[in-house]
């Protein structure tokens, strides 16, 4: 039987995933290829897939989470969606952020109510389909949608995700779609070398699941040499020109320009048949430069309850990184621990 295909009208899917280990940064890398894509004239927007089964963040601790990022609808989501809007400039709500509790706990319901009419419920087809309906419904009236998948491939609770968004290419057709992967490329200074061994094994790891990457981004503390990426991209199956370093930087807010240089979103802009507008960074590189060379620092105290996981004020950080850069200031933040208050008094901690 022919498969039908979604109606997506003319948006373009972007599916973001991360190997080797966590905390790579696909949040970041995700709306950096945004904003590469807004500067093109594109209308983007982003969506996050947490594998979590808590229906939203706003009952977890912020221990093990970090902040509640609140958008304007009302939404408790997850803090990416604070640097989506940063990035890209453009409001996120409760459609950009799906866990697994709410695809289970709406499939329930649908169950409940007997919307199945009696059939088997399981992950395939009714798990699947409702997270496909959730990235169809995130990108109506946009160009193109990134959509980053939380966790690290070869985790079994993200496995749903991995299959809706393989399953996808072939509903909403192959060449409206792209795989970005993030990975990791170490480099070990006791040996001199930069290895690939890692990137081979989790590039494997999603193949396995059915989907080859187009884009490979290869997060590492030194540029990669032609000779690794073309290492690189002969195990992992791929294009020399799909093949990108995504170099450590010392503000997150740089990697659009690293990503640019690299020659990013034109790839991602080949791939996808998309005809934008010469990029226009300035505002940009001047926010930058503006960021990374201060005239002068201003120490600003925080007290908090959860200062041991600083990601539970990450928006109160961005915040004064941005009034710092409008002033010409560094701000340098002294956090302090609520409790250390209550025990010793102000006057010893400060």
Not at 108 to 124: C, H, S
Not at 293 to 318: F, H, M, T
Request: glycine fraction near 8%.
């Amino acid at each position: 039987m022919k498969r039908k295909k979604r109606n997506i009208g003319n948006c373009k899917f972007i599916f973001v995933t991360g190997g080797v280990l966590s905390s790579l940064g696909k949040g970041i890398a995700s709306a950096s290829i945004g904003n590469l894509l807004k500067s093109q004239g594109f209308k983007v927007t982003m969506m996050k897939l947490d594998p979590y089964i808590n229906v939203d963040p706003g009952t977890m601790s912020p221990f093990q989470h970090g902040e509640v990022y609140v958008t304007d609808d009302g939404a408790e989501t997850d803090l990416d969606l604070g640097h989506y809007e940063r990035f890209i400039d453009t409001r996120m709500g409760k459609v950009n952020n799906i866990t697994s509790g709410r695809i289970y706990n709406d499939v329930i319901m649908k169950e409940r109510r007997g919307d199945y009419l009696g059939a088997t419920v399981q992950v395939v087809p009714h798990i699947i389909d409702e997270i496909k309906g959730a990235i169809v419904k995130a990108s109506k009236g946009y160009d193109i949608l990134l959509c980053e998948v939380g966790g690290t491939v070869g985790d079994i609770e993200s496995l749903p995700f991995l299959e809706a968004i393989r399953q996808f290419r072939y509903d909403a057709g192959k060449e409206n779609i792209i795989y970005t992967h993030l990975t990791l490329v170490p480099y070990i200074k006791s040996a001199g070398e930069i290895k690939t061994k890692p990137t081979q094994h989790s590039v494997m790891k999603l193949r396995e699941i059915g989907i080859q990457p187009d884009i490979l981004l290869c997060r590492s503390e030194k540029k990669l040499s032609n000779g690794v990426k073309e290492k690189i991209a002969l195990f992992c199956s791929m294009d020399y020109e799909s093949v990108f370093t995504a170099i450590d930087v010392k503000s997150i807010y740089e990697v659009p320009l690293i990503y640019n240089k690299e020659g990013v979103g034109k790839r991602i802009t080949e791939l996808l048949n998309l005809q934008g507008v010469k990029e226009d960074l300035s505002k940009w590189k001047k926010f930058v430069d503006k960021a990374l060379n201060p005239s002068k620092e201003v120490r600003i105290a925080i007290v908090g309850k959860y200062i041991d996981c600083q990601d539970s004020y990450k928006s109160l950080n961005e915040s004064f990184i941005h009034a710092g850069v409008a002033n010409g200031a560094r701000v340098k933040i002294d956090w302090i621990n609520s409790e250390d208050i209550e025990e010793k008094g102000a006057k010893d901690i400060l």
